[in-house]
């Protein structure tokens, strides 16, 4: 079936120059703002941890400081699922490319200021208070960045190999994540003053150079396919986000609970497993950053693996094997890193999160895109993963904040909440419809394909210099 644009749902793009060509832009433009998103979160999260507590809340002391740094976190996941909203919205009715442009500045602008705001000791409140309003600023403009990459590489790639492209971008989350591990790794080994006193600002401020990489790649990166094939049968919806809640909404929960387990996970073991082993189980500062740096480096293969297995066992199988993974290894590795052994702590923190969360994460990259419609699947999918990382990755390290303070800094309820996310995510993919190989130019959700039968209007097939206009 032609798609009316340069991306074929067959698999003829390898022969079309045109196709092959936009694909490696789509893909590259993705990656860089995944990596910047995941950047500027993961760097914002281990300062969290480690940084930000004694700098905008001194007259806490250690421990509440922590908590009021982790507050600080949940704060940018709780302004998400608004700007997913809000630019959700946007992409569905005026197209993917002007959305990713938009988020990509606004995300990384916020990051660079937190590199130039005054301190508790300087400012006295105002310091959190604008540490909160730069929070909740990146947080919006992160709130459909991530969607809008996995929407866009998913409408782009062939339909056969569409998970494991569809994960490629996500690869730029673990590129991301390594660079912020790496930074506060080698922070960990200067003097500990000079750090909070300046140094600390450095890795905010080199934001700005990531958000001009991006913006360039952006500005140059070509519309999704479907989204022109939408346009052209005159179906763009003109209230998406009215159309998702009164058409989406099983499909949302489903999204939702996936993502409990990975996003949930994801968060634990990079914010609340480092301030844990750092704080309550005498791990040097940089242990933890060195644990997330090699579990970022491993997940860059595991994605993408993860990711084409979809492609050849389905993604609901692969799915589920990392929900069990996750469950398996939470207990005994909470254990482990209680113990406060150095090398232990390193390869149980980095295997746990590489795997655990990543085998999920893989799967999930092109699943998310496959559940929901064409006319408004920019805005489901924002919606189900920035209201699933405010319930599950947003809050957790808050939450595993207060459980260490109640159970007098005891591991063990940490595992038991590790355990909960994932029986959640568990249950969801058996609830789930699996979505390999599903054509995206549907107008209606996986969750209907069994007692619908029309899908869409049939496709105009345009010649290549008509799809060369509308594209470019």
Sequence with gaps: MSTGSAAPTDLRGSDDPEYVRNLRRATLASSVGSALEYYDFALYGLASALIFGPLFFPALGPGAGIAAGFATYAVGFFARPFGGLFFGALGDRLGRKLVLTLTIGLMGGASTLIGVLPTGEQIGVWAPILLILLRVLQGFGAGAEQAGATTLMAEYAPVRSRGFFAALPFVGIMVGTVIASVVFFLLGLVDQQIVHDWLWRIPFLASVILIGV???????????????????????????????????????????????????????????????????????????????????????????????????????????????????????????????????????????????????????????????????????????????????????????????????????????????????????????????????????????DSHIDVTTRPTPTLSRRQRASQVG
């Design 214 to 448: 991006a913006l360039f790649i952006r500005l140059r990166m070509q519309e999704s396919p479907t989204f022109i094939t939408l346009e052209a049968q005159e179906e763009v919806s003109k209230n998406p986000f009215k159309e998702i809640f009164r058409e989406s909404f099983p499909t949302i929960l489903r999204g939702i609970g996936l993502r409990m387990a990975e996003n949930g996970g994801s968060a634990i073991y990079q914010t609340l497993a480092v301030a844990f082993i750092t704080n309550f189980a005498g791990a040097e500062p940089w242990e933890g950053p060195l644990a997330i740096a090699l579990g970022a480096l491993i997940g860059i293969l595991v994605i993408p693996w993860a990711g084409a297995l979809s492609d050849r066992f389905g993604r609901m199988k692969i799915y589920r094997i990392g929900a069990i993974v996750q469950l398996v290894l939470a207990v005994p590795a909470w254990w482990m890193l209680a113990n406060g052994n150095p090398a232990l702590v390193v390869v149980v923190l980095a295997v746990t999160y590489s795997l655990s969360v990543n085998i999920m994460l893989g799967a999930q990259c092109a699943t998310l895109p496959e559940l929901f419609g064409n006319r408004h699947r920019y805005t489901g999918v924002a919606i189900s993963r920035e209201f699933s990382a405010v319930l599950a990755g947003g809050i957790a390290p808050f939450i595993g904040a207060l459980l260490l303070g109640w159970f007098s800094d005891s591991w063990v309820p940490l595992a038991c909440y590790v355990l909960v996310l994932g029986g959640i995510t568990l249950w969801a993919t058996f609830t789930t419809p699996e979505t390999r190989g599903r054509d995206l130019n549907k107008l209606h959700d996986a969750i209907d």
